[in-house]
């Protein structure tokens, strides 16, 4: 190392590991996500006892949004200052990237000035393609076919709550969704199972969820009756009718969901103990009763503060991997 080379990340020196994004479920391992899951808990322990953890000191988060977010945004943004480091906000109607700048010139431009990236979009191609240009790890804040960060939260929160999700039963009731591909992929590797159930013509495509031929047998079932998908499991779990993107098709949705709202016939079919989450945001009276999801057995607010303690732990994985 010479006087120039001096202070340049480990990330780009010479020999160093090959870059790690998080832009789908499946790009961690179990193991990682054991480590994960405790090293959030270590992190959320620190914040709610007011003691610094420090980092990622001088490091920097861009975070790109071509979709509108208040947690996604709240807890990185939050998250990154905690951990000592600052961050960039950038909207497509802000940047050049929102004026044709091709996204792979994107990628190699803020990656030589940020240490890591988040990026809410839309295509899953998208983020893939500025990952393959990028120097740095990028995350996935949410695309039309994956949420990650929200199920690690959801994970986390469940285990916080309940004890291990190994062996548990999660019904998903709604759309065949970003949520929904991302929670199968969850279950495959945390070894838990899913019910499924969505209306017609609005299931789970497999090759989307890229679960197609990944999954052991049984590991989740479909059924037509949302009530019946939640007969003895453990977590109830929906979201919105109409994702970002498909504004379009609100009305026709809301016509196909009508039957497809969390209600308490749903939550009474599920175990005595069993959780009720969102990802939020939610609109009471569509895809859940606001009996549901203000009653006893939600814990969307844990859920959603949560993302934060987990996105800290998996940003500080992503640069400096594991601190044992
Ligand atoms: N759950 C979630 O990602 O929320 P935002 O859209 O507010 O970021
Ligand atoms: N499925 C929803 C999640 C919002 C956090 C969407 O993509 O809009």
């Known amino acids: 190392m010479n006087s120039v080379t001096q202070g340049i990340p480990s990330t780009i020196a010479k020999g160093a590991p090959p870059v790690r994004h998080y832009l789908q479920f499946s790009d961690l391992t179990a193991d990682e996500y054991r480590y994960l899951l405790e090293r959030s808990a270590f992190i959320k322990g620190k914040f709610k006892t007011f003691m610094r953890h420090q980092t990622l000191v001088d490091r920097t ?27 960039v906000h950038i909207t497509t109607g802000d940047s050049q990237m929102g004026r044709s700048e091709p996204i792979e010139d994107s990628a190699r431009v803020i990656s030589r000035m940020a240490d890591l990236v988040m990026i809410r979009t839309y295509e899953q191609t998208k983020i893939e393609r500025f990952a393959a240009y990028s120097r ?95 007969r003895d499991v453990d977590l109830v779990t929906t979201d919105v009718w109409t994702s970002m993107g498909f504004e379009a098709e609100n009305e026709t949705r809301r016509k196909a969901f009508a039957t497809w709202c969390v209600n308490s016939e749903m939550m009474q079919a599920a175990k005595a103990n069993a959780l009720f989450m969102h990802c939020l945001p939610a609109h009471r009276g569509e895809e859940v009763s606001a009996e549901v999801i203000d009653g006893p057995q939600s814990v969307v607010w844990d859920e959603a503060e949560n993302r934060m303690h987990v996105q800290k732990a998996l940003m500080e994985f992503l640069l400096l991997g594991r601190i044992d």
């Open 61 to 87: 988060l861009a975070m790109i949004f071509e979709k509108a977010s208040t947690r996604t945004r709240v807890s990185f943004e939050a998250g990154m200052y905690q951990l000592g480091g600052s961050v």
């Open 136 to 230: 740095v790890p990028v995350i996935n804040g949410l695309t039309n076919e994956f949420h990650p960060c929200q199920i690690l939260a959801d994970i986390f929160t469940y285990i916080e709550h309940r004890g291990p999700i190994q062996g548990k039963t999660v019904a998903w009731v709604g759309d065949g969704n970003n949520m929904a591909n991302t929670w199968l992929q969850a279950a495959e590797l945390l070894d838990f199972n899913v019910h499924v159930s969505t209306p017609s013509g609005y299931e789970v495509n497999e090759e989307t969820a890229r679960i197609a031929g990944k999954l052991s047998a049984g590991r989740y079932k479909t059924y037509s009756n949302p009530v019946d998908a939640c």
